[in-house]
Structure formats: C-alpha cells, structure tokens
C-alpha cells in the first residue's frame, strides 16, 4: 500500500521565518509528487517533481525530490502571514491518476 | 474561482435523505475524480473516470454512487449516509494525454454534515 508521512505535523512561525517542511514516501512504481497548498477549501497546485536533484522554484518557494532516499522538502522563505495554510504531500505511481495523499503539515505564520 | 465549480458548498441531511453532489470544470480537461476529507486524516481517493468511464472506485460503500455524464461534468449522489460521512468532498481535474497525467485542479469542496 502507498503511504505518504509528512512533518512536522504543524508548525508556528514568525514573518521573516524560513521553514522546510518535509515529506517521506513508499509507492510501487513511483511516477511523481506533488505539493498543494489547502487554505481553507480548495487545494492549489505548487510543483510536480519526478526527477531528482532538481530545483523547482516559485517565487518563495522550492521543492526539491530525492528518488533514492525516498522524500522531498518544500521550502518557505522569508515567510509571510499569507502563507498560513496547510501544506499537502502526494504522490502517484505509474498509473498516474491515483494521488495518495500524506496528513499535510498545518503552517502558522505570525505578525 | 479555480476553473472547477461545486455544488451547493455546504450541505445538511438526514440519513434517511437522498442528495447530489455536482461538480463542473471548465479546463477542458478528460480526468475527474472524487475526494474525501475527513478531520484529522489525509484526503482520500474515491473515485476516478477517465473519458467518462470510471476506472477506480477504491472500496467506497454503495451509499456513494457516481455518475460521469461527460467530461465536463462530475456527480456524487448519496442514499442513507451515516453521521461517519460528514466530510469535506472534494472534486479534481486534469488533462489525460497518451502516457501523460498532469496536475490535477481541486474544487472548493462540499461541506457535508450528516445529522
């Protein structure tokens, strides 16, 4: 069965702050995976990582995977209260439309 | 707004009750699927169509039928839920090409409660 750990589990940070927040896996036949960031319903699309090593980067905020070690961090930097949010891991094998989803890591940003 | 609708954003039924769940996405893509978040427990995969056809359906309980009329449009109808059920429902999209399966698009969700 594919699992996906994320932590911490939640996290409280001031503005300026820098986090990483991390994401282990198992999957059969890995093909990719992916961060979305949930603020209150709707999850939103931030990378989509298959090949390890390589940079993705928005703005803010990177994402790096590691095939052989099996995890990815997503990193924030020079956070802002707008950031707060819970920031969901998932990961799909080679069938491609099946996200297994981790527990999220729940991201407080402070004034 | 996302490119993909939900409807009605909150719902109260009783158990007895029989209720649909719409979703509709406006991406033109050829993959839907539907989720379930429960409190405190990662999101749950329910369903998957590809090209209308359902292609997963992962041991979820017959109180939870789905329907794919087309592409574009994606329904969840629910008959005697349990108080268990009461969950966000969330709906997704995205573009199936040959081999390809890129990011999928979430709705707002539905906010069941299950009285």
């Known amino acids: 069965e594919d699992k996906v750990v994320q932590s911490p589990l939640s996290l409280v940070v001031h503005e300026g702050d820098t986090v990483t927040l991390n994401c282990s896996y198992e999957v059969t036949n890995f093909r990719s995976l992916l961060w979305y960031k949930q603020e209150k319903k709707a999850p939103t699309f931030l990378f989509m990582l298959?090949?390890?090593?390589i940079e993705k980067k928005s703005g803010r905020l990177s994402s790096i995977l590691d095939k052989k070690e099996l995890f990815s961090i997503l990193n924030i930097t020079a956070t802002q209260t707008g950031d707060s949010a819970i920031y969901l891991c998932?990961?799909?094998?080679?069938?491609?439309?099946?996200?297994?989803f981790g527990g999220g890591t729940r991201l407080m940003v402070k004034p | 707004e996302t490119g993909v609708t939900q409807t009605p954003r909150h719902l109260v039924m009783g158990m007895t009750n029989k209720k649909s769940l719409k979703c509709e996405q406006h991406?033109?893509?050829?993959?839907m699927y539907w989720y379930k978040q429960s409190a405190k427990k990662p999101l749950e995969l329910m369903f998957v169509y590809n090209f209308k056809e359902q292609t997963e359906n992962n041991s979820v309980p017959s109180r939870f039928s789905p329907e794919c009329p087309n592409s574009s449009h994606l329904f969840l109808h629910l008959h005697t839920l349990q108080p268990e059920d009461s969950a966000l429902y969330l709906c997704?999209?995205?573009?199936?090409?040959?081999?390809?399966?890129?990011?999928?698009?979430f709705g707002p969700g539905t906010r069941l409660t299950v009285l």
């Open positions: 998932a990961v799909t094998n080679n069938a491609g439309n099946m996200l297994t």
């Open positions: 997704a999209s995205s573009l199936h090409s040959g081999d390809s399966y890129n990011e999928q698009f």
């Open positions: 298959t090949s390890s090593g």
């Open positions: 991406l033109g893509h050829n993959a």
